[in-house]
């Protein structure tokens, strides 16, 4: 009698602790994919829209050290910390440290 409620009592223990384990493996690995996503990553990006973001000379690390799109009028910054930003200008991921040769420094008025 004592074996049935103490095996019972083992097995509910055992799929308690492996739900739990399987529910924080899937946060930290949607986690780490948010964080890790890349900005030059334009596979889901029209080959129009690509060839709009080679003919404006996008890079995603800037040659101009002050001149970078995080400091741009036309850069839209990213909605949630870890994802990529966009541009006013073409479609797809955006690097903060990146340029184009249609920076607009958001100094100026
Ligand atoms: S216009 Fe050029 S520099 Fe400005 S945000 Fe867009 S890609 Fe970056």
């Known amino acids: 009698m004592n074996t049935r409620r103490q095996f019972i009592k083992s097995t509910l223990g055992i799929g308690s602790l492996a739900l ?8 930290c690995k949607s986690k780490k994919k948010t964080s890790s996503a890349s900005c030059n ?4 990006v029209s080959k129009e ?6 003919k404006l000379g996008y890079v995603a690390v800037t040659p101009v050290a002050d001149s970078k799109c995080s400091t741009c009028k036309l850069y839209l910054p990213p909605a949630q910390t870890g994802d990529c930003g966009h ?3 073409f479609k797809g ?17």
């Open 20 to 27: 739990g384990s399987a529910l924080l493996l899937s946060r």
């Open 41 to 44: 990553d334009v596979s889901g």
């Open 49 to 54: 829209e690509q060839e709009k973001r080679k």
């Open 93 to 109: 991921p955006v690097e903060a440290g990146g340029y184009c040769t249609y920076f607009a420094p958001l100094s100026e008025e």
């Open 87 to 89: 541009c006013a200008l």
